[in-house]
């Protein structure tokens, strides 16, 4: 690419803060980095979006792109974020530079940050590439992060690349942020730190995960041009973390079988298809991502029926291809961090956490602190929080795919310490079929622990006055929940987190049972932390109590005002009712003024008012005419409901018209953190239930 001679002027305005990702080659593994910088970005400022100067293809959509653009928080689309293509820049430099910026001024005109990502190399790179990108990062205002590869290289060698690229950006009088050596080697990591601290500036490195590079099954299906002969289609999404050429016998294969790897054979191997199934749902044997059966050829039809009978869940593929071909092909194959990769980008959030100070990089681009909290910055907090302090949570549906995703999850990026209850050999062969990496996570089924004796004669002792027998009480404690419930109460756990397949009562019941109130609540209560576009609320109680008392009403409060506290949300409480202050009369509004006057008793330290309409504790200007003078209204962050069918009926509205993220609902009021799920629960909610849990935890600690 040529080079250009002089800047482009950018428009007289205030910019927004920028960092530009800029590589001297390919496969630096430059999406990951991205994806890091960009989520620690999210947590520091409200609006963060992506800009790509040049595409990759005209023929077929960005795939880097399209991921960050899922986890941007700025309203921008996929065309509005990309430059110029590569043919416009080699026909045309310097004006594709002039439409380069301006197109990233549209962007950053809606933004409070934006991540810049270089090229990629995609053509037949010129030594100049570097050099370009280098000319636009100035001509953006944007610092640039140099991310160097690794791989292959000793760290003298990476240490020798940095300062090369180094020497190429400052000839073009681009601002050097930091270097991030990328896909090192795991032993090398700090040599190649210490190599790097010579460049004058921060130096990270990251090691080589093969997991980001490795193919799912359904892009090996893809670039087979196969088909799926059976098997379950979820598991397509698994990556093959190698592959293998079943050219011999069945008894030799098993021996050299590893995780994760794809057995390539002709369907006519009727004895290595067999073995190989059956390998895959053995104990002790290493789960499988998949069978390819190459040569276009399908099993006898009495293997097929054999098959059809054992219902095998692993993908099996079918190509037209030889051996050579297939092996070829498939050892070929470089996995994408793409959209619907889920596992890919936990990986790449968690390396880019452990290995990377972020509040060193953000200090370098000098964020303006945010006057408001979006959802995504409430969410990446409460992760962020979670994993300052680890704590031990137990999750009683361990055969749920969502919980066993969610784990995954939760163990990639070290939220928390978890148990999974349930059969320990369908949870942990479960969880290899999905890509789930459990390590030593401990799987504990309840009818054959250790622990169930003590559990019975504690839960015994707890309910004697209700004639509770030791011989019953074990009965009770095979129960998931009451057997998870008592982890907590006797401190094996720091809390619980159930309900994606059991109901509410189900999971809440034992906690009455078991753990209790804390000490001045009789109420256990829920809220619902309400992420709006610039602030988070808390809106209680929307899950529990049907028609609360002024006596339970207060409780709800107290514990709500108590949970924001936890969350960092300055508690303000509004007690809602039809009517402000004293225009309104009947034994509604009266039940919620005695309530209101029982928390002033209670908890004089509290900003409470009471009654209060909606609109008046949540806007200033209403607030102004109908209550002048309140500390609350107008300001309120803290909305207690009069009933559950108001409550309930309210977060549903203001989520779905508001678009407002609900997270929750939060348990308060027991003596240690237990949380329910809805039974449609995402993974994502998970996530953030045994997050918030986490937190709780740490709060009753203190």
Known sequence: MAAISSPVNPPARAQPRSVYIASPEGDTGKSTIALGVLHMLCASAARVGVFRPIARSTEEPDYILEVLLEHTTADIDYEQSLGVTYEHVH??????????????????????????????????????ELGFNARIAVNLGAPVLLAVRGARRTPEEVAQLAKLCIGELA??????????????????????????????????????????????????????????????????????????????TAEHILE????????????????????????????????????????GLTPHPAITDL????????????????????????????????????????????????????????????????SVVTPQMFEYQLIARARAERKHIVLPEGDDDRILRAAGRLLQRQ???????????????????????????????????EHIGPFAAEYARLRAHKGMTVERAREVMADISYFGTMMVHLGIADGMVSGAAHTTAHTIRPSFEIIKTVPGVSTVSSVFLMCLSDRVLVYGDCAVVPDPTAEQLADIAISSAQTSAQFDIEPRIAMLSYSTGDSGAGADVDKVRSATELVRKRRPDLLVEGPIQYDAAIEQSVADKKMPGSQVAGKATVFVFPDLNTGNS?????????????????????????????????????????????????????
């Open 171 to 248: 000839a073009h009088h681009a601002h050097l942020l930091a270097v991030v050596a990328n896909r090192c080697d795991p032993d090398e990591l700090d040599a190649v730190t210490a190599a790097l601290s010579s460049t004058g500036v921060p130096a990270w490195s990251l090691p080589e995960i093969p997991l980001l590079v490795a193919p799912t099954m359904a892009e090996l299906l893809g670039a087979l041009g196969g088909t799926l002969f059976s098997g379950d289609p979820e598991l397509l999404h698994r990556e093959a973390l190698g592959t293998m050429v079943g050219g011999m």
């Open 91 to 128: 026909a045309d430099p310097a004006g594709a530079l002039r439409e380069i910026v301006a197109r990233y001024h549209e962007v950053a005109e809606q933004c409070d940050a934006v991540v810049v990502i270089g090229s990629d190399y995609t053509d037949v790179a010129s030594p100049s």
């Open 650 to 702: 309210t977060y549903k509205a203001v989520q779905r018209s508001a678009g407002a993220v609900a997270v929750g609902p939060v348990l308060q009021g027991l003596g240690k953190p237990v949380n329910d799920l809805s039974r449609g629960a995402l993974v994502e909610d998970i996530v953030n239930t045994v997050a918030i849990t986490a937190i709780q935890a740490q709060g009753a600690d203190k």
């Open 415 to 449: 939220v928390a310490r978890l148990t999974l209850l349930g059969d320990e050999v369908y949870v942990r062969r479960r969880a290899a079929e999905l890509g789930v990496e459990l390590g030593d996570t401990q799987v504990v089924d309840p009818r054959t622990s």
């Open 256 to 295: 050299r079988l590893t995780e994760g790897v794809v057995v390539i054979a002709p369907a006519d191997r009727s004895d290595v298809l067999l073995a190989m199934v059956n390998a895959h749902e053995a104990e002790g044997f290493p789960s499988l991502s998949g069978i390819i059966m190459n040569g």
């Open 307 to 370: 098959l059809a009978g054992l219902d095998p869940r692993l993908p099996i593929l079918t190509t037209e291809l030889d051996t050579f071909e297939a092996a070829s092909i498939a050892a070929q194959t470089r996995g994408r961090m793409a959209i619907g990769s889920q596992r890919k980008v936990d990986t790449a959030l968690s390396v880019m956490e452990r290995q990377v100070d972020a509040p060193t990089l953000l200090e370098r681009l000098k964020l303006p602190i945010p």
